[in-house]
């Protein structure tokens, strides 16, 4: 049987690779994806995968070339930017959604990355500065990853186990998003200022701020009546069957 070439795309990651350690194959800024085959779309119809909420991830781990990538090193914009190259690699460039009643139908080969300023870290490390506004508090954070994102499920989960009424998910993140208060990098501090000291409205501002500089997929849609609205990911994203 004669060998198959998968044909593949590359994808310009909104980080430009730069928040990567430089021996982090993802520094380069690039990341190659195959089409999907048939196995993908087993994979999309995985009701395990489904119920556990993880089915995205193993579909985009299935289309990554390089297997030296470790998936879980990805930050949330560059993985936006993996999804949107997927649905485009797998079910063509024309994604209609419904707003306010209306259908719309967006060419998903036209969204741009957000401008990215490199001023705002030095590039291979993970780390951006904010003062905050209210209690002029000097901070640092970072852009979370996969495996932020598992370590804060796993605590999440841990806190429900204790009360099943807990609601402390934004609290939790925020554990995890700051790298530094004062100076001071340790956990404990973190924690501390984090659940005694940080007020509602430097929460407020620090978040809108990280969605400023965050890199990810511009996902703004301009109507026809010149509305700016931001494009639902509905079930038919991945699902054009659905």
Same mark, same amino acid.
Do not use: C
């Given at each position: 049987?004669?060998?198959?070439?998968?044909?593949?795309?590359?994808?310009?990651?909104?980080?430009?690779?730069?928040?990567?350690?430089?021996?982090?194959?993802?520094?380069?800024?690039?990341?190659?994806?195959?089409?999907?085959?048939?196995?993908?779309?087993?994979?999309?119809?995985?009701?395990?995968?489904?119920?556990?909420?993880?089915?995205?991830?193993?579909? #985009?781990? +299935? /289309?990554?070339?390089?297997? &030296?990538?470790?998936?879980?090193? @990805?930050?949330?914009?560059? =993985?936006?930017?993996?999804?949107?190259?997927?649905?485009?690699?797998?079910?063509?460039?024309?994604?209609?959604?419904?707003?306010?009643?209306?259908?719309?139908?967006?060419?998903?080969?036209?969204?741009?990355?957000?401008?990215?300023?490199?001023?705002?870290?030095?590039?291979?490390?993970?780390?951006?500065?904010?003062?905050?506004?209210?209690?002029?508090?000097?901070?640092?954070?970072?852009?979370?990853?996969?495996?932020?994102?598992?370590?804060?499920?796993?605590? #999440?989960? +841990? /806190?429900?186990?204790?009360? &099943?009424?807990?609601?402390?998910? @934004?609290?939790?993140?925020? =554990?995890?998003?700051?790298?530094?208060?004062?100076?001071?990098?340790?956990?404990?501090?973190?924690?501390?200022?984090?659940?005694?000291?940080?007020?509602?409205?430097?929460?407020?501002?620090?978040?809108?701020?990280?969605?400023?500089?965050?890199?990810?997929?511009?996902?703004?849609?301009?109507?026809?009546?010149?509305?700016?609205?931001?494009?639902?990911?509905?079930?038919?994203?991945?699902?054009?069957?659905?």
């Amino acid at each position: 049987m004669s060998e198959f070439k998968f044909p593949t795309e590359v994808v310009e990651l909104p980080s430009k690779g730069l928040i990567y350690p430089k021996d982090n194959p993802l520094s380069s800024g690039q990341l190659e994806m195959k089409y999907m085959t048939a196995r993908e779309e087993d994979i999309l119809s995985n009701q395990a995968y489904i119920q556990k909420g993880i089915v995205l991830d193993k579909l #985009l781990m +299935s /289309l990554i070339v390089d297997k &030296k990538i470790n998936y879980d090193d @990805l930050v949330v914009g560059d =993985k936006n930017a993996l999804f949107i190259a997927t649905r485009i690699l797998g079910y063509g460039k024309d994604y209609n959604f419904e707003y306010k009643g209306t259908e719309h139908t967006v060419d998903l080969s036209k969204l741009e990355n957000k401008p990215f300023d490199e001023t705002f870290i030095t590039p291979g490390i993970n780390k951006f500065f904010y003062t905050l506004p209210n209690s002029g508090v000097n901070i640092t954070f970072k852009m979370l990853d996969g495996n932020d994102e598992k370590s804060i499920n796993r605590e #999440l989960e +841990s /806190l429900k186990k204790i009360d &099943k009424q807990a609601s402390a998910e @934004l609290s939790t993140r925020l =554990k995890y998003v700051i790298t530094s208060v004062g100076g001071d990098e340790e956990t404990r501090t973190i924690r501390e200022f984090v659940d005694n000291y940080l007020l509602a409205k430097d929460s407020r501002s620090l978040r809108e701020y990280m969605r400023t500089v965050q890199p990810d997929v511009d996902m703004t849609y301009i109507l026809d009546s010149g509305e700016e609205v931001t494009i639902p990911i509905g079930l038919n994203f991945f699902w054009p069957d659905a």
